[in-house]
Every structure is written in C-alpha cells, then in structure tokens.
C-alpha cells in the first residue's frame, strides 16, 4: 500500500508545476473513495448479519439454518469481517488499473469489483464445504459432537489446532502472500474483467489458506454471533494489516491458545462465550435430525 502511494507521488511529482499538488490531491480522494466504499460496504454487511441473526442461538454448535439462508448470510459476513483487511490488496489492483489506463492500456473501470467479486465467490464455495462438513457431521454423530459430550472438547481442539497452525510454514507462505499486494499482484496478473475474477479467486484462495484454522475456530466459539465474528475479524486485521508480521502473528496464536485454555478450564468465565444448556444442546441436536 505504502509502496503503490509512493509510485503515485513520483509520477505526480514527475508532472512537475501547478499540476503537482492537484494530482497528489487526486490520487487522495480516488484512494479515500475506494477506502470509503470498502468501509461502507462492510458496515453494510455488519448491520444486515446483525438483523439475519437476530434471535439465533449464539453458542457453539448452532444450527446453521436452510442452505439458501446460509450461503447469503455466509458471504454477507465474509464481507463485514474481510473488507477492511483486503483493502491494501484492492488499493494496489486498483493503483495498477489507474496506471494502466494512464499509459493508454486497456483497464476496464469494472475490472475492481470484479476482482472483489472472484475473492468473495472463493469464500462462498469455503462456506459451502463448512456447511456441508457440519451437516454431515449432524447426521452422523448421533449427538456425540453435543455440548455437554464431546462438543466443548472437539472447540478445545479446534481452538488449540488454530493457535498451532498460526506457528506453520503454510501459515507464513500464505500470509506472505496476503501481506504482499505488490508481488502478488505482478506475478498473477491477467487482464480484463475475466482476469480479475480469476485474480480475485486466487487471492481468496490464500486468504483462505491463512484464515481457514480461524474460521474454523469461529464455528467453534459461535459462528452465529456477531462479537465473536468481529473478534475472529480484529484477528485477521492484525496480523494482515499491522507492519510486525512475527508480533501480530503471536499475539493471534496467543489469543486462540488462551481461548482454548479458558473454553476448557472454565466456559462460563469465558467472556461472550453462550454456553449451550444440556436441554438446549438436545433439542438443537433433535432438530438437526
């Protein structure tokens, strides 16, 4: 991001004179409008997941509803939680296309949202496999997976398996690639609008690949509740969007181990954790059925 602004200023600065301060100012407010619009389409987002989610049980385990409700609720949250940390990425793509039509090349002004649109179509098809995943497992666990049985050990797990794999290799080269928009972006170019849906897809590919274990850890604090998607979603942004990738990396592990340690120790101290009742577990359990 950084990097993409200083490219701007040299070849405003190479335009020399009066014309200097008016293009700085230009590539400013094209900046801001498109951080405002990610910004307000996440807001967006937030408040529609509020309204789909109200009245939903919150804990772990909750029944993820109709596959129509799912999948648009699904994307819906993608956006509130992911907008803000792929705003870098966006910025430089749209910094690229700017660029492009500079120069006389061909960049279609559609060519950003479709680029947004490949990433989210990514997600989708990732929530369709964690639906089918739970389903599956609903129907085949015979209520083994319940709270009050195996269900709060299966979230120690998941939760623990999330802060180790926050230490991984796979983790790193992924990150890697999410924190570096410039390199990505060069080595993966295609134009046109079919290119940046593809481009789009592939980027959400390796975001999926560094925030699958904190997905996974969200369906085990609560996928229905917005405090821990904004907690999963504070998450990904600091280790996506703040300069210390090692510090931000630990203190992400170190947040999952500590959650996993209290959800064990004691569930009901864990803050703005709904510990299921052992009546309601069953009779989420029977519906499922």
């Given at each position: 991001m950084g990097q993409g602004f200083a490219i701007d200023r040299r070849r405003a600065t190479a335009a020399g004179g009066a014309g200097t301060g008016s293009a700085t100012d230009l590539v400013l407010r094209w900046r801001i409008a498109i951080i405002g619009a990610l910004v307000a389409l996440a807001a967006l987002a937030w408040w529609s997941t509020g309204v789909r989610m109200s009245g939903m049980d919150a804990g772990p385990g909750t029944d993820p509803g109709a596959l129509g409700f799912y999948v648009t609720t699904w994307v819906v949250m993608m956006a509130a939680m992911m907008f803000p940390s792929?705003?870098?990425?966006?910025?430089?793509?749209?910094?690229?296309?700017?660029?492009?039509?500079?120069?006389g090349m061909a960049a279609s002004w559609a060519a950003t949202p479709c680029f947004v649109a490949g990433y989210l179509l990514l997600w989708a098809a990732a929530g369709l496999v964690f639906y089918a995943v739970l389903r599956l497992g609903r129907q085949l666990d015979g209520g083994f997976f319940a709270w009050h049985h195996a269900g709060r050990w299966t979230a120690v797990v998941v939760l623990a398996a999330a802060a180790a794999y926050e230490l991984t290799p796979m983790k790193h080269a992924c990150l890697q690639r999410c924190r570096g928009p410039l390199g990505f972006l060069v080595t993966e170019w295609r134009d046109g609008r079919s290119g940046a849906l593809r481009m789009g897809v592939v980027h959400g590919a390796w975001c999926l690949g560094c925030c699958w274990a904190l997905m996974a850890g969200l369906f085990a604090l609560g996928a229905m509740s917005v405090p821990w998607m904004i907690v999963i979603a504070v998450l990904i942004a600091v280790e996506k969007l703040l300069p210390w990738r090692a510090a931000g990396t630990v203190a992400v592990a170190a947040t999952l181990a500590a959650l996993a340690i209290g959800v064990a120790a004691a569930p009901a101290s864990v803050p703005g954790l709904t510990v299921p009742s052992h009546m309601s577990a069953m009779d989420m359990h029977g519906m499922s059925r």
């Open positions: 792929i705003a870098p990425m966006v910025l430089m793509y749209a910094a690229l296309q700017r660029g492009r039509r500079e120069k």
